[in-house]
């Protein structure tokens, strides 16, 4: 259940609080992975934040 979603501006720029939701967001998802046992293993995870 997502809580938050950012919105970004015509600059492509996030403003504080879109920033902040944009985080709170990101953890609501990474809270519900965890409750429903949805991890990755370390080499996924470092796969996944490369491709940031």
């Given amino acids: 259940m997502a809580f938050a979603e950012a919105v970004k501006?015509?600059?492509n720029?996030?403003?504080i609080g879109n920033a902040m939701?944009?985080?709170?967001s990101k953890l609501d998802e990474?809270?519900?992975?965890?409750?429903?046992g949805r991890i990755l293993d370390e080499?996924?995870?470092?796969?996944?934040i490369d491709a940031i």
């Fill in 30 to 36: 990474a809270l519900d992975d965890v409750e429903h």
């Fill in 13 to 15: 720029t996030y403003t």
């Fill in 21 to 24: 939701d944009a985080l709170l």
């Fill in 9 to 11: 501006t015509s600059e």
């Fill in 43 to 48: 080499a996924e995870l470092w796969d996944e």
